[in-house]
């Protein structure tokens, strides 16, 4: 029987409209388990840019021009992927649907971080989920991922931390009070007042959004 094999999938995105669901791939990265990046890829959107979201994504007029394909991309990924693939990530469903991907043919299994992580918070009597920012930052070290991503950063991360802390119950529970415990920093949309050239970025505060796209949960 053929061993597990995990991969940490993150996907950038600029956006294609004033909608915070108005967005296109502009970047791919995919590291494996033992930390190497195996993948990294430029996407030139297909649709005319609205806003780059540079201080989000780094990406300025002109870096894809030269990019690939969104759909060779995705032909790429699928070679590296399998039913033995355990894909990890932050949110990993929305990269799946980014990539087209289908279960049990291109992945067998998903860990989500923001729900490996999730604590709950006696004060609130609720749970608190967390950016992977803040897990990064907080638990792997200070400084790792700022406001501008990368997407090979940010799989790297991923990685460490499932590597870190997956299958350790006693160690997982420690993490997740130091999540609780540390300070979380505003976060990029926040300081904004979640909007960046005219761009909605409240897909989660449906109390912030002003373009009238259905808002997401955590």
Same mark, same amino acid.
């Given at each position: 029987m053929a061993s597990k094999r995990y991969l940490s999938v993150d996907v950038e995105c600029v956006a294609t409209g004033r909608r915070h669901d108005d967005r296109d791939v502009c970047f791919v990265a995919i590291v494996d388990q033992h930390e190497k990046v195996i993948l990294k890829k430029a996407i030139k959107p297909e649709k005319p840019v609205v806003s780059y979201l540079t201080p989000l994504t780094g990406v300025r007029e002109g870096d894809l021009d030269s990019g690939d394909s969104l759909s060779s991309v995705i032909a790429e990924v699928k070679k590296l992927l399998g039913p033995d693939v355990t894909l990890v990530g932050q949110g990993i469903k929305n990269d799946i649907k980014w990539l087209q991907l289908k279960e049990g043919e291109d992945y067998g299994e998903r860990v989500d971080l923001g729900e490996m992580f999730k604590a709950y918070n006696a004060r609130y009597r609720s749970y608190n989920f967390f950016s992977l920012s803040h897990e990064a930052n907080t638990l792997l070290? +200070?400084?790792?991922?700022?406001?501008?991503?990368?997407?090979?950063?940010?799989?790297?991360?991923?990685?460490?931390?499932?590597?870190?802390?997956?299958?350790?119950?006693?160690?997982?529970? +420690?993490?997740?009070?130091?999540?609780? +415990?540390?300070?979380?920093?505003?976060?990029?949309?926040?300081?904004?007042?979640?909007?960046?050239?005219?761009?909605c970025m409240a897909a989660y505060r449906p109390d912030k959004c002003f373009c009238g796209a259905p808002t997401l949960k955590t």
């Open positions: 070290h +200070s400084g790792m991922i700022s406001d501008q991503h990368d997407p090979a950063t940010d799989a790297l991360a991923s990685i460490k931390l499932f590597n870190k802390y997956h299958g350790n119950p006693q160690l997982l529970e +420690s993490a997740k009070q130091r999540l609780l +415990s540390a300070r979380v920093p505003a976060s990029f949309a926040k300081r904004n007042n979640f909007r960046w050239e005219g761009v």
